[in-house]
């Protein structure tokens, strides 16, 4: 046990799993219940650790099955490599073995039926957030993990916060998260809601599952593709577009849908997770018995199965050169 690298002498590392911005994550195993997890270590901002806890925490509870669950945590002792490190923040999380849903985006768009699948599994866990009055704020392609049958978790709490206390709104001002995700209040330095904060950067996830691509850079007066979207000259920003995307023939319901979501003005997006969900571009998938809904989750987990062998076949890099926490606490 003293020769394997572990937390806490209770999860042994098992292997690097990858990082973002505030942490880097592991597959660790329980040395007494010979379970693995994914264990999160907090290498920046350690001040602001108890917060991602508490929203975490909030989160976990809330026993949605789209929301990542927080198994443990603590402040100890780590090694890596041999390299011993203490007072570490860390966090164990349920394992999701099948990555995050942008290395399969990776390789293309989904069918829009396929991702109204997906995209509803998503929609029904920030619902849950919003229900508690939790906003994420980093709602993105590579903070939604996918568990063993391709099933999406909302993950990552580190920028989540409360926007609704005791029925009232509360008026946000950091500029966080993720820049191609950002709605423009957020990317101006303005005040904004949270969870319309969320509903926009949902709005560029839909996109990116149906075309496979991003619809602008980001939401700035000076990103050519979104001024059409704020100066309301749609038939524009969809000429704007490259004509991949348009022989795509995406239907009027998806369009409209999107455009709400991703509009400048957060009052005109859909308030509620709930009208999205009404929304006439998930039409086709009320009506379906459990028959049908399984055949569909078949094809879809079927899509996710061949898009994940052709990651494989890509993992000739060496993730080893980020393994090291040094390298990120120097």
Request: contains cysteine.
């Given at each position: 046990?003293?020769?394997?690298?572990?937390?806490?002498?209770?999860?042994?590392?098992?292997?690097?799993?990858?990082?973002?911005?505030?942490?880097?994550?592991?597959?660790?195993?329980?040395?007494?219940?010979?379970?693995?997890?994914?264990?999160?270590?907090?290498?920046?901002?350690?001040?602001?650790?108890?917060?991602e806890l508490q929203?975490?925490?909030?989160?976990?509870?809330?026993?949605?099955?789209?929301?990542?669950?927080?198994?443990?945590?603590?402040?100890?002792?780590?090694?890596?490599?041999?390299?011993?490190?203490?007072?570490?923040?860390?966090?164990?999380?349920?394992?999701?073995?099948?990555?995050?849903?942008?290395?399969?985006?990776?390789?293309?768009?989904?069918?829009?039926?396929?991702?109204?699948?997906?995209?509803?599994?998503?929609?029904?866990?920030?619902?849950?957030?919003?229900?508690?009055?939790?906003?994420?704020?980093?709602?993105?392609?590579?903070?939604?993990?996918?568990?063993?049958?391709?099933?999406?978790?909302?993950?990552?709490?580190?920028?989540?916060?409360?926007?609704?206390?005791?029925?009232?709104?509360?008026?946000?001002?950091?500029?966080?998260?993720?820049?191609?995700?950002?709605?423009?209040?957020?990317?101006?330095?303005?005040?904004?809601?949270?969870?319309?904060?969320?509903?926009f950067s949902l709005?560029?996830?839909?996109?990116?599952?149906?075309?496979?691509?991003?619809?602008?850079?980001?939401?700035?007066?000076?990103?050519?593709?979104?001024?059409?979207?704020?100066?309301?000259?749609?038939?524009?920003?969809?000429?704007?577009?490259?004509?991949?995307?348009?022989?795509?023939?995406?239907?009027?319901?998806?369009?409209?849908?999107?455009?709400?979501?991703?509009?400048?003005?957060?009052?005109?997006?859909?308030?509620?997770?709930?009208?999205?969900?009404?929304?006439?571009?998930?039409?086709?998938?009320?009506?379906?018995?459990?028959?049908?809904?399984?055949?569909?989750?078949?094809?879809?987990?079927?899509?996710?199965?061949?898009?994940?062998?052709?990651?494989?076949?890509?993992?000739?890099?060496?993730?080893?050169?980020?393994?090291?926490?040094?390298?990120?606490?120097?």
């Amino acid at each position: 046990m003293q020769n394997q690298d572990n937390i806490d002498n209770i999860y042994n590392i098992i292997r690097y799993l990858g990082k973002g911005s505030l942490s880097k994550v592991y597959l660790v195993r329980n040395v007494n219940n010979n379970t693995e997890y994914a264990a999160r270590i907090r290498i920046r901002d350690v001040n602001h650790f108890q917060q991602e806890l508490q929203m975490t925490t909030n989160a976990s509870n809330l026993n949605n099955p789209n929301i990542i669950h927080l198994i443990n945590y603590g402040l100890g002792t780590i090694t890596i490599k041999g390299n011993v490190q203490n007072k570490m923040n860390y966090l164990i999380l349920d394992y999701c073995s099948k990555g995050d849903l942008y290395n399969y985006f990776k390789f293309g768009r989904f069918s829009e039926r396929h991702a109204k699948f997906i995209f509803r599994k998503i929609l029904n866990g920030v619902r849950a957030l919003h229900g508690a009055g939790i906003c994420h704020r980093n709602l993105k392609l590579g903070t939604i993990l996918l568990d063993q049958n391709f099933n999406p978790k909302i993950s990552n709490f580190a920028f989540a916060t409360l926007f609704q206390v005791n029925n009232g709104i509360i008026q946000l001002n950091d500029r966080i998260g993720t820049i191609p995700y950002m709605p423009p209040q957020m990317f101006n330095n303005q005040p904004y809601n949270g969870s319309m904060a969320d509903i926009f950067s949902l709005g560029v996830i839909l996109f990116n599952l149906v075309t496979g691509r991003f619809g602008f850079n980001n939401a700035d007066n000076h990103d050519p593709n979104y001024q059409f979207i704020r100066n309301n000259l749609i038939n524009q920003y969809w000429n704007s577009l490259p004509n991949e995307i348009n022989n795509f023939n995406l239907s009027q319901e998806f369009k409209d849908l999107y455009i709400s979501m991703v509009s400048s003005n957060e009052n005109n997006r859909p308030p509620t997770i709930d009208q999205i969900l009404n929304n006439n571009w998930f039409n086709d998938l009320v009506g379906l018995n459990d028959t049908q809904l399984n055949q569909l989750q078949n094809e879809v987990y079927n899509e996710f199965h061949a898009r994940e062998e052709q990651i494989h076949m890509q993992l000739d890099v060496n993730l080893e050169e980020e393994e090291g926490l040094e390298d990120d606490t120097r």
